[in-house]
Structures are given as C-alpha cells and as structure tokens.
C-alpha cells in the first residue's frame, strides 16, 4: 500500500477558491489510480472526482462538475484538487485514496486512504 497525506485544507468564503495536495510515499505512485472523497457531518462519504494513472482519463461528481480540477504530478508523488467557486454544500473532510490497477483506468476499489483535510465554505 501507499502511505498518502493531505494538505491545504481550510476555511475560505463562498465564490473562494483551495487547492488541495495529497503526497504520496514510495515509487510506484504511477501505477494507481487516484481519487478525492469527502464526507460532511452526517452525511456518507462521497466520490468527489478520479484520476488514471497517467492523468489522461478523469471522472467528477455531478456535484462539482465545472468547478473542481483533478490532477496528478508523478514526478512529485502528487494528486492535487483545484476547487472553485466553492460553496457551503463543499464543507467536509476531504480525502485522497489511491487504487493499484494493472491499465490507465480509472480507480474501482480505493484500498489506501489518507487521514483527511477539513474543508470549511462559509457563507
């Protein structure tokens, strides 16, 4: 498994914008697939957007479709979420997971996850 860690969470005004980085331990980082999960108080965890392993294929929540950036840097370890015009439904922990896969698809079973950045819109 891969260790990952989240970072640059924090509180930001509605319209604002965060960039979140999730690092990656090891040096098989390219051959995973790549997601961000997030979690409201109350609510199940939920897909927020994937990416493949060579960046070429990406997928996104309805929800955050036309604002929210998936992207991944291999030679840094890194998968990064470029959020936008955030809004107060955004608040939540956000997640990066990783999933080991055998073709540049994107990920199925996210088998590794890291501890979580908080994520607070106000409005």
């Known amino acids: 498994q891969v260790q990952l860690v989240e970072s640059g969470g924090g509180l930001v005004q509605a319209g604002g914008s965060l960039r979140l980085s999730c690092a990656a331990s090891?040096?098989?980082?390219?051959?995973?697939?790549m997601g961000w999960f997030r979690q409201a108080p109350g609510k199940e965890r939920e897909f927020v957007a994937g990416?493949?392993?060579?960046?070429?294929?990406?997928r996104y929540a309805d929800s955050v479709k036309g604002r929210f950036t998936i992207s991944r840097d291999n030679a840094k370890n890194t998968v990064y979420l470029q959020m936008n015009s955030l809004k107060p439904e955004d608040t939540a922990v956000y997640y990066c997971?990783?999933?080991?896969?055998?073709?540049?698809?994107?990920?199925?079973?996210?088998?590794?996850w890291g501890q979580g950045t908080q994520v607070t819109v106000s409005s």
């Open positions: 990416i493949s392993r060579s960046g070429y294929t990406t």
């Open positions: 997971a990783a999933d080991l896969t055998t073709w540049d698809t994107l990920g199925k079973i996210y088998d590794s």
């Open positions: 090891g040096r098989t980082f390219s051959r995973y697939a």
